[in-house]
């Protein structure tokens, strides 16, 4: 079974365009984190939910919405979408900040996002 | 603040060469010690970990000793194949704060036959 799954693993669309990604996780973690990978593959934080409570909101335009309508599920909405916004997006889960540090993130396979 | 320094890549290696991949830290306390690895298009998948000073993480012929005294948890393989070719990425974890998990910036590997 898949810890940690993220839908779609391909978007293609066009500049202007609104899209989500979907992610769920099945580990029973009370935090959950979005992510965005650049092309150079370096990896920024850009949200954090725990127990459907957001904790971390980087800067990062307010097109991006992060919703959490259970501890299992953090989607993310991305409204008129940017070409900058071409990136691999990372959902990930853990236990919450404070609880058993040795516990990694486990992420899912990424969403590769391209806009046209 | 908290934050994690890892061996610029890219770096090429032949197949059974010895691979050394750098990270060091910079944290209050206690953190845990984190390698993952990335296998082209695919996500981040955890290698090992360690929790505590002189802990040895080892997975897949991997190992990672946490030292203290270096700040470091420096990656080694004694002997890497083609299908270790990835990017590899340091990370600290601490139990406080909301933002307690830092990567580093990844370092790509390619082992070429």
């Known amino acids: 079974d898949t810890a940690v799954s993220q839908t779609p693993k391909y978007l293609v669309t066009q500049m202007g365009n609104d899209k989500s990604i979907k992610c769920e996780q099945n580990?029973?973690?009370?935090?959950m984190y979005w992510y965005k990978q650049d092309s150079k593959k370096f990896l920024k934080i850009m949200f954090s939910?725990?127990?459907?409570?957001?904790?971390i909101n980087e800067t990062v335009p307010n097109r991006f919405s992060p919703k959490s309508p259970d501890k299992a599920h953090l989607n993310l909405h991305i409204n008129s979408l940017e070409l900058g916004d071409s990136a691999v997006y990372f959902c990930a889960s853990s236990p919450p900040p404070g609880e058993n540090p040795g516990e990694p993130q486990h992420f899912g396979d990424g969403t590769r996002l391209s806009i046209l | 603040g908290d934050s994690v320094t890892q061996m610029e890549g890219p770096v090429t290696l032949s197949e059974e060469a010895f691979l050394t991949i750098n990270c060091t830290y910079t944290?209050?306390?206690?953190?845990?010690l984190f390698w993952y690895v990335q296998y082209p298009g695919e996500g981040l998948q955890l290698l090992l970990k360690?929790?505590?000073?002189?802990d040895k993480g080892s997975n897949k012929g991997f190992e990672a000793t946490y030292r203290k005294e270096t700040t470091s948890f420096h990656l080694e393989k004694g002997s890497v194949q083609v299908s270790d070719s990835a990017v590899y990425f340091c990370a600290l974890r601490k139990g406080t704060g909301a933002n307690n998990l830092f990567f580093g910036t990844g370092t790509r590997l390619t082992v070429i036959p």
């Open positions: 944290a209050t306390g206690y953190p845990s």
């Open positions: 939910y725990n127990n459907k409570e957001l904790i």
């Open positions: 360690a929790t505590k000073a002189d």
């Open positions: 580990l029973g973690h009370d935090t």
